[in-house]
């Protein structure tokens, strides 16, 4: 018994520390409006209400309506326990206070019975439907790790929830934050981790610095892992269902899109290549159209070198625009129609160019006569 002292009215009140948290079975749990329950007990205000029963009893079957109640102590946080799952309760202030009730009950997230995040459940023996269900979890409680290798358990978790003996928790590195959702999905607050230390090497630390801070969204594991729900596993960027990687100073090697189909982004996929192949087998040129013909370009969308030189295009405007006025400068110069130089045209040069005189090294000047061709 322990006794605490209230500066305020400086009055005692005596807690029973023993009994503050207690830890009970979830029978059942309303979830939503259609709950038979749900009237009774605030229609949506009652959402996340559990129906408890002590460990101790072995009545599985009883009906919940008969049974006391707990609602969730956090309300930011929803993280509801499946029936069979075991919670802790307590009793404090509720928000009837001045209606004269002064006190209700609530849980805990469900307590780490099995140390995995699909599910905790730990029913009674009476509960259970198949003998080896039921030696599943008498070898569990003896201390080993249970391990569901024939497929399925007999468990009942809800209306609808199924077991999925095949779901991995995620493998821990120092220092990671690790939020685990019941299937698959997860979100890893990690960083890059080098030692030789470490006997799992993950597949974002082949590059940096340790500390470096890399997050990872992960929405369902990799199809391609063992059955073997009891070994964690790690995140694979080509294989799990879907993820988000938000790097620093990471290199994730070997990683390949999800699909190169990307006509419904209007872009032309290509493929990566290594400095090696780039060097000797440089990617075949991309063709564009324009007005008509094909134009090839290279990879990164540049005009590729080619031994007949090609005029650019212009608009009849723009030529009209030079031919009225000879001195603008303008680029479509050189192909005006018709303008040919003839060997016998003559040709005079600016006033105000400057006459070079006879040249140096017998090259001639501007006043030597020339031939053309």
Known sequence: MAIVRLKKNRGQKSLNTKNRLKAVRVK??????????????????????????????????????????????????????????????????????????????????QVNMWGHPHHNALPTVKGLDSEQTTNDYQETEAGLVRKVDDGGTDITLGTYFKEQTNIKPLLPYEGDMILEGRFGNSIRFGSTNNSQEISNPNAWSNSGNTGDPI???????????????WLPTTERINEDASSIYLTSNQRLQNFTQASPYMNSWDAEYIEPQTIEQSLLTPPSSLNTETKGETQPFNTNNEASISSTPTQPFHTPDELQEVINNPKATNESEDIIPDQVIQKDTDIQLPSHYQNPGSGGGGGGGADIEFETT
Do not use: C, M, W
């Open 28 to 109: 059942d749990i309303i979830l939503d409006i259609n709950h038979p329950l749900a009237e009774e007990y605030g229609d949506y205000d009652a959402i996340g209400t559990i129906f408890y029963t002590e460990l101790d009893n072995n009545n599985p079957n009883s009906n919940p309506k008969d049974d006391p109640t707990a609602i969730p102590l956090f309300s930011h946080l929803k993280y509801y326990p499946l029936i069979n799952e075991i919670v802790l309760i307590l009793t404090t202030n509720s928000s009837n206070l001045y209606d004269g009730k002064q006190s209700a009950t609530y849980y805990l997230p």
């Open 215 to 229: 997050t990872i969204i992960r929405n369902g594991q990799s199809s391609n892992l063992d059955e073997k729900g």
